[in-house]
């Protein structure tokens, strides 16, 4: 709530600020004084760089950034310090300036795994860049694998840890933990369809694509329901069938009246038979 004070003399704008004395003549101005300048500390001008068409640049050792916010991380730990985070393996001298930089160390130097307690162990060398929330993993008790949400812990304790794969597609009898391979059932349940050897990608657990190997074969086609045509890729089936099967041509040549399905082909004809007319 936006306390308010009137002045006394009319000539005086009608708004004062009860902390500081600043005086408004639009309450709205008042209010955003209130809210985001007054009693508040202002940030300190960030000195030192240039903008060039590299993005930003560190006056001292000339390293460009794209984002400004990489900028100001450069300048606040990395430009003119020294490396102050120990390697938490013991018998490793190696240094870091940034915390991501020691957990990458650590992850491709010496091949261990990323768990909560390594976090904790190398940012607790430097307390004082703690930022925001700790990124928490939930770790399986038996196979030491880690996930990021709860969920997914729980699904892997549920289907994948110490089990055999439970879920065999009907087509391909491949077998695989994803509770999800089921629904291929569905996908797959035209009769016209032939389909041979799919590979499947899941993609946060809840869309599946159908990757079709291609065969030389006609019986590994897809044939259309109302023509004799077949087609190597679904997507050109489905073209077909929205375009071309049981449709009237749309586009008309100008010059001979030739129809097409298409306007690419029409464009195509034009030049081809009636570029000395155009």
Not at 105 to 120: D, F, G, P, Q
Not at 125 to 154: I, W
Not at 243 to 261: D, H, S
């Amino acid at each position: 709530v936006v306390s308010v004070q009137r002045c006394g003399k009319s000539n005086d704008p009608p708004f004062v600020c009860t902390r500081c004395g600043k005086m408004y003549q639009v309450s709205t101005s008042l209010r955003r004084h209130m809210k985001y300048d007054c009693g508040r500390v202002k940030r300190p001008i960030v000195t030192g760089y240039s903008v060039t068409s590299a993005g930003y640049v560190c006056q001292a050792c000339t390293r460009s950034y794209k984002g400004f916010a990489s900028l100001k991380r450069h300048l606040k730990y990395e430009c003119g310090k020294f490396p102050n985070i120990q390697c938490p393996v013991s018998g490793c001298n190696y240094k870091a300036k940034l915390n991501a930089r020691m957990l990458q160390h650590v992850r491709m130097v010496h091949k261990l795994e990323y768990s909560v307690s390594t976090e904790i162990l190398i940012r607790a060398q430097h307390p004082d860049r703690l930022s925001g929330k700790k990124e928490v993993r939930y770790c399986c008790s038996k196979c030491n694998k880690n996930y990021k949400h709860r969920k997914h812990l729980t699904s892997h304790l549920t289907y994948e840890c110490g089990k055999e794969p439970q879920f065999q597609c009907e087509v391909c009898l491949k077998r695989a933990f994803s509770v999800f391979l089921p629904k291929m059932q569905q996908k797959l349940s035209a009769p016209t369809v032939a389909i041979s050897t799919p590979k499947i990608r899941v993609w946060n657990g809840t869309k599946i694509w159908f990757f079709l190997q291609s065969r030389t074969s006609e019986t590994h086609r897809f044939k259309c329901n109302g023509c004799t045509r077949s087609y190597k890729y679904l997507r050109s089936l489905k073209r077909h069938q929205k375009i071309e099967c049981g449709k009237e041509k749309k586009f008309v040549c100008n010059y001979c009246l030739v129809r097409f399905y298409y306007k690419q082909d029409m464009e195509a004809h034009t030049i081809r038979k009636h570029l000395h007319l155009c």
